[in-house]
């Protein structure tokens, strides 16, 4: 070692003596100009060299990657401003100044005066660099950055740096009677001015580029104009905290949503790596097995294997034989899908967590010198202060860089939050049958809220896979350095805790699975119980079902307490291996050999490395946790997005080389593949503008058929071609949650004119009287404030109103009543209805339509029995003669019946309506007649009745009628919503709230788990006290008298320590926690079952199961950890101001600016994340209402070719979420920088009354009490969790959408709204936003 020394040196004074002409001075020589003296200088070489370089190397080494990184990313052309010129012109002059140098030593050179290389070399590196650095300021404004954060980093190393020859250059001159070379210290100071310019340009923005979305857009998040510095300190989020404190905010405060983070560019980019992964392994399975070719199959299939695009058929179709060996089919990785998507921007805030790490043990090293500091004589004091400012220095550089890291981790988190969202929404719409037989709408709904909230969580910590073992192993090496080969005791102790952790990971994997079934199961119960709310109620079967889910519920909480004790057990055996480890070391340490003394510095620098240790050690089970959750949670996305999906072109609608708009050609469907089909041998032509009824009796096929002609089955074998546009009416009419126009609009342009005619045609015209709204009265979901009636004549609307070429209309007439079926039949779908000319083809049992058709298809058994006109049928009296015996004579009593009540009630039906109905009473006793005949004697009707038919039915033509005046000219009155808006409440979270959750935990438990916080608490100071007293006996050379009672109360102290965190643990999440989890879910089960039937027919199903899902996930899960965490906070924070303050009383003064300006930032913070978490959780149950609709609907949606406008839909609410959840995560991390500056103030006082009372403080009190202060900064900077004060309102409000429940309150807000159940906290149902920890 000495010969490198020896080496070193040499080389040392050979570039000094080379480069500067400098004659070498030895190491004691420099160090009495640089340490040991008050006024300490660098050498003059050093400051030409090193410090000159310094900048010019960092922005050399840096532009290569920065050039290419403007290449690729083109923001747009940033006009030329004032401030962009000046920054050119003092570009400018500085190369200038810079080169001044290098020709004035060219002209010394002439002169005879010989000039050291250092001042040709450095004055060149300077002038070009400083050329680069104005290229760069132009290259940025045509690329459109309007802050540059490479270039202020390096002005600020410039000024930094400059600093030195500044002071050194007075000091000299002060020293001396005048300056010996006034050139050179007049560009130097000019060099200076003009660098502090640029610094202080760089911390101003350009305007935004030319044509960018900020300038469009209204609202545009601040983040993409802030500065570097305001970036960095996340200072732009500052207007929404002083506006959120000012008044509560809503939704039109919120900033829009960066593009780079809505679901237009999220979701595509999963999908596409998604899609690659399929087709990656697909081709892999063809490859690995071996095949044998025979002739091409006939048949084919209409799903595609997994996912889009993928189930294209080769131009050869053949079949594949597989042989016995062939390899176990390989499954797509949604995981290397979500890695190839998202890993690059997380690597960006790995590489800050990489950062932060090498920081993190600068700060001990400091420790280390300051105790050394405390201890020598004689010293000048600007060694401590120097110390001092560093450690603060070090402090707030390492809260900038997490703090960016946990930045990018929470937005990777958003991203994928959105992208899976999307992912599962868009493969709902087009699953197949067999597909959702085992995704129920529960379980979908759970993969959307709590499996994607899984991964959002896990990416919050996931670096810790790699981060944590460095940590580990930076923190051994430096812990080997300070007490040798003891550390390998406490290495020891670490290897002995992983199986065990292992153990209880492969454990809590296993629950995690039996609880997600549980959670599925009862998700799905809810959702049916939310789905026929109203049987339910009329049968009074709300107890049966509410000890259904509570039975379901309590499997769950079981499985929940079995994973509490688990984790209770991996929670103390993690929390108390950092004083594990210390205790081993140090017993070892002082045992093994007498020599070894603990002193202060060994005790404290390896405590402050063992509290760095601590955070990767607790943070290992919880990581474990979170994989094992997401990985569960992987397995269900993956399962649901590798499911058949229908094929888009069983159906061929291109068709036109024929003259029939409907082709079937030797079709047979199955509704899965495994089941047996269900049509066979169907073969229909259907001409161009004709009416087609299929009848049959129930159970024949006919929806079947109509579902085989949407492409909806599975296609065995044969072709169905569709020329044209499709309107679909199901037989379950399915209505949106929208106004009443816009359920028939479905998309489409309004067109007054039209929409009366298609009002009128649909016999809805009288209905528009009686709503309260007319036609934008708003239908709740599943058109619950709609009669069966009603429903079906919108659906038919929605149809009409659509203008296309083929009306699929299943069964449309048999939810209405017999007069209302006979006007829509003439007026709408009949030979002289609004639809002729167009092709229909029309499912029903209505014998009194069938001698208007032109053709009826006969089903029998899923087979088309016959085919023909009614008279031809009739004739072959075959399967039509048959259905017409079973179905004619109850028809003809209903239609009769229908007429009388026609006649009674005449006078009751407006004068429009009317006139639609006299001309069908006066057709029924032809058609009646016929009827009756045929029953007579089975046998051919007469001609005639055709004639009658003819001369008897008039078309309602939509020009006929005058058209009511608009429904919105006649009430001009604001109609009230029936669908409340899901509100937010404003202001502090009430008392009541966290009052309720204590009442449910136990208000005696509630005060002992305080209590036992305190307890723990109080052993860890005493552990750290009796530490600090040990180390003393060091100094009173008393250390072999107590080894063993030191080590043994030292151990004692621990040991009670880690006893208090187990019952803590088992008493506050396996009891307490769950028993107040189980009242608040059997509250809420409770509240929601005796809501009256208004209050179903005003709130959304999502916005229920969002309770039911999401909220009490929330309940059970997070804020029991909350509640730890802020517990865990506030005792930690308490520590550090009683050991400090007691210490060095001096603290104390310190403390109160401090505390103003914590409770100052607090007070901004909690009112502005509170109301924001609140909008969050209002903007997230209209995501899970939209796709249980979408659900329900998703053949209709289809059907029209609306698949993408309803993506859109989804896309715009999910955004509307993420527009409230972002400026949540930003708040936490504007909050952390604030909350830890103040954490650094204290470490830097302590440090700095250390060095002031030195001289009556022994080094084991300077050791404590920096030690606890850098132990609290550490332990607020390794948590995303800001502070006590952000966590309080996190998760409570998750509680509010239950209080009311528990209550049994209900508000009357009038109309039909009334009864509504609302949340005191919230508005109506007001439910909690659970946000990850952030």
């Not at 410090?51 to 290419?68: E, G, K, M, Q, R």
């Not at 993690?574 to 045992?591: D, G, I, N, Q």
């Not at 089970?621 to 499911?643: E, Y």
């Not at 708009?661 to 229909?684: C, M, Q, R, Y």
Request: aromatic letters at 10%; one cysteine or more; hydrophobic letters at 40%.
């Amino acid at each position: 070692m000495e010969l490198v020394w020896d080496e070193l040196d040499r080389r040392y004074s050979q570039f000094i003596t080379r480069w500067c002409a400098l004659p070498w001075k030895y190491p004691n020589q420099v160090a009495n100009q640089t340490l040991h003296t008050d006024r300490p200088d660098l050498t003059e070489c050093f400051q030409l060299s090193v410090l000159s370089w310094l900048p010019c190397i960092y922005l050399w080494a840096v532009s290569p990657i920065y050039l290419f990184y403007l290449k690729r990313n083109n923001r747009g052309y940033i006009m030329v401003s004032i401030m962009n010129r000046f920054k050119t012109v003092f570009g400018l002059l500085l190369w200038i100044v810079c080169w001044t140098d290098l020709f004035y030593t060219f002209h010394q050179l002439r002169q005879g005066h010989s000039q050291p290389p250092i001042y040709f070399v450095t004055p060149l590196v300077l002038g070009m660099t400083m050329l680069l650095a104005t290229f760069l300021i132009q290259f940025e404004r045509l690329r459109g950055v309007q802050s540059s954060g490479v270039l202020f980093i390096f002005w600020f190393l410039s000024v930094l740096c400059a600093i030195v020859p500044f002071r050194s250059k007075i000091l000299q001159a002060s020293n001396q009677s005048e300056v010996t070379d006034k050139l050179r210290f007049t560009t130097f100071y000019f060099y200076f001015s003009l660098v502090a310019c640029e610094l202080i340009f760089c911390c101003f923005n350009e305007k935004p580029p030319l044509f960018s979305n900020v300038v469009t857009d209204p609202n545009p998040c601040p983040e993409t104009t802030a500065g570097f510095l305001s970036t960095m300190t996340f200072w732009w989020f500052t207007s929404m905290a002083i506006k959120g404190y000012k008044m509560p905010l809503e939704a039109k405060d919120l900033w829009s949503l960066k593009e780079r983070d809505s679901s237009k560019v999220m979701v595509p980019k999963l999908l596409k790596e998604w899609e690659k992964e399929q087709t990656k392994a697909k081709s892999e399975q063809n490859l690995s097995s071996q095949a044998v070719y025979s002739k091409p199959l006939p048949s084919t299939t209409n799903h595609i294997t997994g996912g889009r695009g993928e189930g294209e058929s080769s131009p050869e179709e053949v079949e594949v034989l597989l042989s016995n060996q062939k390899a176990a089919p390989r499954q797509p990785s949604f995981l290397r899908a979500l890695v190839k998507a998202f890993g690059p921007y997380f690597l960006i805030g790995s590489a800050y967590k990489l950062l932060q790490d090498v920081i993190t043990f600068v700060n001990p090293q400091l420790l280390r010198m300051l105790i050394s500091f405390t201890k020598q004589k004689g010293v000048p004091d600007w060694w401590g202060y120097a110390l001092a400012f560093l450690m603060f220095f070090t402090a707030l550089l390492q809260t900038l860089i997490l703090h960016h890291h946990f930045h990018y981790c929470f937005v990777t988190g958003m991203n994928v939050r959105t992208a899976i969202i999307g992912a599962i929404y868009r493969k709902a719409l087009v699953i197949t049958n067999a597909a959702k037989r085992s995704s129920t709408v529960g379980e979908v709904v759970n993969l959307m809220s709590v499996d994607a909230q899984r991964f959002m969580d896990l990416t919050t910590f996931l670096n810790m896979l790699w981060s944590a073992p460095l940590q580990i192993m930076l923190a051994l090496y430096f812990l080997w350095q300070n007490l040798g080969p003891s550390v390998l005791a406490g290495v020891a102790v670490m290897i002995m805790l992983i199986p065990f952790n292992a153990v209880i990971a492969m454990k809590t994997r296993t629950y995690q699975v039996e609880q997600m079934q549980y959670k599925d199961s009862r998700i799905k119960l809810m959702n049916e119980i939310l789905n026929g709310i109203k049987v339910l109620k009329l049968y009074a079967w709300e107890n049966s079902f509410k000890e259904k889910v509570l039975a379901i519920r309590q499997k769950e909480l079981n499985v929940l307490r079995k994973t509490a004790y688990l984790g209770a057990l991996s929670t103390m055996a993690w929390t108390s291996a950092p004083f594990l480890v210390a205790l081993t070391t140090f017993a070892v340490y002082v045992t093994v050999d007498e020599n070894n003394i603990l002193d202060a510095e060994k005790a404290f620098v390896s405590l402050s490395l063992f509290n760095i240790l601590r955070f990767p050690l607790n943070m290992l089970p919880q990581v474990i946790s979170s994989i094992v959750q997401a990985s569960v949670s992987l397995k269900r996305i993956q399962g649901f997005l590798s499911h058949d999906e229908l094929d888009p072109n069983s159906v061929d609608r291109k068709n036109t080389a024929t003259e029939f708009s409907v082709t079937v050609v030797n079709g047979k469907f199955t509704w899965a593949k495994e089941d047996h089909p269900v049509l066979h041998s169907i073969n229909v032509m259907v001409p161009q503008g004709s009416l087609l009824a299929v009848v049959g009796h129930v159970g024949c096929g006919k929806s079947s058929l109509i579902s085989a002609l949407l492409g909806e089955m599975e296609k065995v074998e044969g072709e169905v071609s569709i020329r044209g546009s499709v309107a679909y009416v199901p037989q379950q009419a399915w209505i949106q949650n929208a106004t009443l126009r816009d359920n028939i609009l479905f998309g489409k342009p309004y067109n007054e004119q039209k929409y009366r005619c298609v009002l009128e045609a649909c016999a809805l015209t009288p209905d528009l009287e009686v709503l309260p709204g007319g036609d934008m009265t708003e239908i709740g979901e599943k058109g619950i404030n709609l009669s069966g009636g009603q429903r079906q004549r919108v659906s038919l609307a929605r149809a009409l109103y659509s203008d296309t070429d083929v009306y699929l209309l299943d069964d449309p007439l048999s939810a209405v009543d017999a007069h209302v079926s006979k006007h829509i039949f003439d007026n709408l779908i009949g030979p002289e209805g609004v639809l002729n000319g167009k092709t229909r083809i029309l499912v029903t049992h209505g014998i009194s339509f069938l001698p208007q058709v032109d053709n009826i298809m006969v089903m029998v058994d899923g087979r088309v029995s016959e085919m023909g006109s009614y008279q031809e049928l009739l004739k072959q009296n075959g399967a039509f003669a048959e259905f017409l015996r079973n179905y004619a004579l109850e028809d003809i009593v209903e239609e009769d019946e229908a007429i009388e009540e026609l006649i009674e009630d005449e006078e009751l039906f407006p004068e429009d309506a009317l006139s639609n109905h006299t001309d069908m009473v006066d057709n029924e006793p032809v058609i009646n007649e016929a009827k009756r005949n045929f029953i007579r004697q089975i046998s051919i009707i007469s001609t005639d009745g055709d004639n009658q038919r003819c001369r008897s039915v008039r078309r309602h033509g939509c020009s006929q009628k005058k058209h009511s005046e608009p429904q919105e000219k006649r009430k001009p009155h604001e109609m009230e919503k029936l669908i409340q808006t899901e509100t937010a409440e404003t202001g502090r979270v009430k008392t009541k709230v966290y009052l309720e959750y204590a009442k449910a935990v136990g208000p005696l438990l509630s005060v002992l788990i305080c209590f036992l916080y305190g307890c723990q608490s109080a052993a860890a100071i005493g552990a750290n006290i009796w530490l600090s007293q040990w180390t003393n006996d060091a100094s009173r050379n008393q250390t072999k008298q107590n080894v063993h009672m030191r080590v043994g109360v030292y151990a004692a102290l621990g040991i009670a320590q880690g006893v208090l965190l187990l019952v803590n643990c088992l008493l506050c999440r396996a009891y307490s926690m769950l028993r107040a989890a189980k009242f608040t879910h059997r509250n809420l089960l409770q509240g929601v079952l005796r809501a009256p039937q208004a209050f179903f027919e005003s709130t959304p199903t999502g916005r229920l199961l969002n309770r039911f899902s999401k909220d009490v996930d929330a309940i059970d899960s997070h804020i029991p950890e909350n509640i730890d965490i802020w517990m865990r906070t506030f005792w930690y924070t308490l520590n550090v101001l009683l050991i400090c303050s007691a210490l060095t009383p001096m603290f104390l003064i310190v403390i109160a600016p401090l505390m103003v300006f914590y409770w100052w930032v607090q007070r901004f913070y909690v009112a502005t994340s509170r109301q924001l978490k609140r909008l969050e959780s209002v903007s997230r149950s209209p995501i899970y209402s939209h796709f249980s609709e979408t659900i329900t609907g998703s053949s209709v949606i289809r059907a029209y070719g609306r698949h993408s406008a309803f993506v859109l839909m989804s896309d715009m609410k999910v955004d509307e979420n993420q527009k409230s959840y972002y400026p949540g995560i930003v708040s936490n991390r504007w909050l952390g920088v604030r909350i830890e500056f103040i954490g650094n103030c204290i470490v830097l006082f302590a440090a700095l009354f250390a060095v002031t009372g030195k001289e009556n403080l022994n080094p084991g009190l300077v050791g404590l009490s920096v030690s606890y202060a850098l132990q609290r900064q550490t332990q607020r900077s390794s948590s995303p969790f800001p502070a006590a004060a952000g966590i309080r309102c996190d998760h409570v409000s998750e509680l509010d959408g239950a209080n009311d429940f528990r209550s049994g309150k209900q508000h009357s807000s009038g109309g039909e709204s009334e009864g509504v159940l609302r949340d005191q906290d919230r508005g109506p149902l007001g439910g909690g936003g659970q946000e990850a920890p952030s």
